[in-house]
């Protein structure tokens, strides 16, 4: 698979439970047997109650992991997370 790009949406029930946005996150790719960060052209956004897109340099591989930084002394949850084709795919 190649993509340049993913999107998740955060979930946060503050007020109601202990979850809360993340305090940082980013996608890895696996390349060989080693993960590798991807390179984010503006960064991770992390934003309540919308899709938190992030567009990246295309990468090709057999699998990507979400990596999550939690806000001290709180749970972090995501409702949904989304991987978008990369644009040289639909040339």
């Known amino acids: 698979m190649t993509t340049g790009g993913a999107r998740v949406y955060w979930f946060d029930d503050t ?12 996608i890895q790719y696996l390349d ?3 993960w590798k960060t991807v390179a ?5 956004v992390i ?5 938190c897109e992030a567009r990246f340099t295309p990468v ?7 990596a999550v ?6 749970a972090a949850g995501m409702q949904e997370w989304k991987v978008t084709e990369s644009d ?4």
């Open 88 to 91: 040289e795919d639909s040339l």
């Open 15 to 26: 007020g109601r439970g202990e979850c809360r946005l993340p305090a940082a996150w980013h």
């Open 40 to 44: 984010a052209k503006a960064g991770f």
């Open 69 to 74: 930084k939690l806000q001290p002394a709180w």
């Open 47 to 51: 934003q309540k109650d919308t899709w």
């Open 32 to 34: 060989g047997q080693k």
């Open 60 to 66: 090709t591989t057999l699998a990507l992991r979400l």
